[in-house]
Structures are given as C-alpha cells and as structure tokens.
C-alpha cells in the first residue's frame, strides 16, 4: 500500500500535512458517474474537501449542481460558476439575509435551502418579502437519522403552507440517512428501503390529493449506492471524493479510493516499543476514540495516546524506523480532517506538484459582499 502514496520528494514536505493525489480523485468522479448512471442525478457534497480545484474537476465532468453545508461552502460555489447550490443546512435569520443577498446578485445561478418546521418557513418567507424575492425551498425530512428535519408523518402540514407561500417555491424533499451502516450490502440496501418507506407513504398522499413532488433528494456517500438502485431521485454523496478509512471499511465492495491521506514523521521513541509522532488531534479528525488514523507500515500498532501535537503509538515488530522517517497515515473520518488544514499538498506519479487550497474552511465571511 505504501507504493500507492510515497512522494519521492518527502523531504520537501513539511509534517503534519495534508496530501491529495488527483488521479484518485478523478477516479473517484468518474465511479460516482457510473453509479449515478450520469450526471443529471448527481448533486454532490463539498463538505468534505471545500476545495476550488475538486469541484472545478467534477464541472469538467459535467456535473454542474453541488450542495454545500456553510455560507463559505457556498460563496465558494458561487465564485467557481456552478449552475445550481443547495444550502443543506437550515440557515438562521442572519445566514438567510446573506443567501438572499447572493441569490439577488447571482440570479444566473438557482440557489436553495433547506426548511424542516414552520416557524422557519415565515422567517424565510417575510425576508424574501421585504426583498421582493422568491426562495427555493427543499423540506428537510428525518426518516430515521434524528440530526435534522420533520419525520415524514408530520410534515403534511409543512408542505401544504409551503406551496401556498407566495414567497417561496417548492423543490422537493431532502433526505439524509447517514445513520445506515451495516456492513453488508443487502442488509444496507434493506435498510434504505426500509426507512424510506414513511417517506414514499408521505409522497403517496400528496400526490394522493393531485399534489405533486418536484425532486427528492436521498443519501449520503454510505446509502450512496443502494439509492442509486432508486428511480426518480437525486444522489449527493460527498466523502466519496476523497474516501477515508472509515466509509472503506463499512463499503468494502465500493469502486472509490483513498485520494487523501496525512503524512507525519517520528519524532521520538520515548521508550521500548514506543513511537511519537507529529501528529496530534490538532492535525486530524478526533471525535472517535482511538485509533483515528492507520499509519502503512504499523497497522499493527496499538495507538495509546494522542495529545494535542503528539500520537503515542505501541508497536512490537522488528523495525528499522528511525527519528525523522516520513510515514502515511489514512484517517477514519477525512472530512474534519481536511477542515484542519489550510491547503493539501498535490501528488502525482510520485512527485509533489503543487498546492490545493481549503478555501471553504473558514465559517467567518465578509456579510453582503
């Protein structure tokens, strides 16, 4: 595995860093295409890489919507052109003074959120009114992932005072089931079906009553494919880009790679089997318990503590490691991984190439601008 990220240069890298191969990253939208059967049912994340140069990469694949997840995310879009943003995250009065405020300046582009309860819809509704403006509104349904979004058998309510709303402009249903995780994929294809089925029986009554439903909008990157399996539905998988650790081994049968991976050096080897690395929960993602990362070359290793700056790891085999060495580690969770970082190193053929920047990153923005 090692020969599929060592950079022949390492030297000239600094520790901890963030490295990106985009080879693999093209491989990986061109498999999303497949399984999407195309670029019409794609709507892909960018919360996990929030990088101008991978969303330029899929527009040259002709993907041309994209949801983000932050108002950076999506000033982000808007600078590089796409045609269609989806807001997926239920903005506050404040962020929708913003989105309206780039919705006016940037009509060539169709913009949208997400609504889940009513109290939300009239704030929406009474801005878009003061600004003489029409908001696109998908509704945020929770069919079993409990974060976001009204549970389906309550939401008739919504979607009727939606679609009377002169102010607004129905889009469809949005759904996020991120919690489906077995790892065999017919008991995930299983549960898919099993948790939309509220949300079907909710389309089934309004069109019941001569109401219709534009678009739903379904899954993540693990429900990605069995919802590929579903007609009539966008998909908006976003880890799929980068993949990490953690999606590989729920979705061991998946045609995407690992195009991100972090590269530390050993820094001390405190005592007998005891190796320390630059690596802290400061440079990767640590909101699971430990391990958070696979370091090629100590897979084996029993990782016993990790500091702000430091990785703590216990390792029995015969080595020849040595204060200084350059190892590649592969995170669980790449998406708050990359978030750390403010630009990923570039790699290709084994050669560090250049630079990508992590634009979206930061939550403060420039109101009104």
């Known amino acids: 595995m090692l020969n599929e990220f060592k950079v022949h240069n390492e030297y000239d890298l600094l520790t901890p860093g963030l490295v990106v191969y985009p080879k693999r990253v093209q491989h990986n939208i061109k498999a999303m295409l497949q399984l999407a059967g195309g670029t019409e049912r794609l709507i892909p994340h960018i919360k996990t890489h929030k990088m101008a140069a991978v969303i330029k990469l899929q527009m040259d694949a002709g993907i041309t919507q994209f ?25 506050t009065k404040e962020k929708i003074k913003q989105f309206i405020h780039w919705q006016k300046a ?18 929406f509704s009474d801005l878009a009114k003061q ?10 349904l929770n069919n079993g992932m409990n974060r976001t979004g009204i549970l389906p058998e309550r ?12 102010n607004t402009v129905f889009q469809g249903f949005h759904i996020y089931d991120g919690h489906i995780r077995p790892l065999d994929l017919k008991e ?25 439903v534009p678009n739903i909008i379904t899954g993540g990157s693990p429900s990605f494919y069995p919802h590929t399996l579903r007609k009539n539905t966008l998909l908006s998988p976003g880890t799929t880009l980068f993949w990490d650790l953690g999606y590989k081994k729920i979705w061991k049968e998946s045609p995407f790679l690992i195009a991100a991976v972090l590269i530390t050096r050993l820094i001390s080897k405190p005592n007998d089997n005891i190796y320390c690395f630059d690596l802290g929960h400061k440079a990767v993602a640590s909101e699971m318990p430990l391990p ?10 029993v990782h016993k503590g990790q500091s702000e700056e430091h990785l703590i790891v216990e390792f029995k085999e015969e080595n020849n490691f040595k204060v200084g060495d350059l190892f590649y580690a592969l995170p669980y969770h790449i998406c708050p991984t990359v978030a750390k970082y403010n ?10 190439t250049g630079y990508w ?12 601008q």
């Open 106 to 123: 940037n009509p060539e582009i169709a913009c949208s959120s997400l609504v889940d309860n009513l109290e939300s819809l009239k704030i």
């Open 67 to 91: 949801k983000c997840a932050t108002l950076a995310e999506m000033q982000l879009l808007i600078s590089c052109g796409v045609s269609k943003i989806l807001l997926a995250h239920q903005p």
């Open 292 to 301: 958070r990362v696979e370091i090629i070359g100590m897979e084996n290793a």
């Open 343 to 352: 630009r990923a190193y570039t790699v290709e053929n084994g050669t560090h």
């Open 188 to 212: 995930r294809i299983a549960k898919c079906d099993t948790d939309f089925k509220p949300v079907q029986a909710l389309i089934n009554r309004i069109e019941s009553k001569g109401g219709t």
């Open 131 to 140: 600004q003489a403006v029409k908001i696109n509104l998908w509704i945020d």
């Open 357 to 368: 920047d992590v634009q979206a990153r930061d939550y403060q923005i420039d109101l009104n």
């Open 155 to 166: 939401a008739d309510q919504l979607y009727h005072a939606l679609i009377k709303n002169h």
